[in-house]
């Protein structure tokens, strides 16, 4: 007999991202943020683009980031993702077992080497970056992060 934690693992394999709005049945609308530029700005055409937040299905991990897809509203296609985490150099170089290099690289936003880019992946980290200076944001991010992890971890 399989469980729900076994149909959930066959459809995203430990290691995967997936998106908040895919595991939370809520309205993707209430869970998307929409940033609006009125005018050409970080390389980017005027227009609205999504950034749709993907989270670590492994229940034993706790990277403590995200992956952030910048969707081209227009378009509806990815324009790059972008990887965001919160916790200090310390952390991360503590969780890449004491790889320094690549603990640092964790920090605050970067292009995601992992993501899907299509030669915008610089543009769209300008993007993420002023979106991330909205405290509101951040904190949104980790608590959505916490909600993830704990349905992941509910999972019987």
Not at 120 to 126: D, I, R, V, W
Not at 129 to 138: E, V
């Amino acid at each position: 007999m399989t469980n729900s934690k076994d149909v959930f693992y066959k459809e995203f394999p430990i290691g995967s991202f997936v998106s908040f709005s895919r595991l939370i049945s809520e309205d993707i609308a209430l869970k998307t943020r929409r940033v609006s530029l009125l005018q050409d700005m970080f390389g980017l055409s005027k227009g609205a683009y999504f950034l749709v937040e993907s989270y670590c299905v492994d229940g034993s991990c706790d990277c403590r980031k995200v992956m952030i897809n910048v969707i081209a509203g227009d378009k509806n296609i990815i324009l790059g993702t972008i990887g965001f985490g919160w916790e200090g150099p310390e952390y991360y170089i503590k969780w890449m077992y004491d790889d320094e290099k690549a603990g640092r690289a964790l920090v605050g936003a970067y292009i995601e080497p992992g993501g899907i880019q299509n030669g915008l992946e610089n543009e769209c980290l300008e993007l993420v970056k002023y979106s991330l200076c909205d405290l509101n944001y951040i904190k949104l991010i980790k608590e959505r992060y916490k909600i993830f992890k704990d349905i992941i971890h509910n999972l019987s």
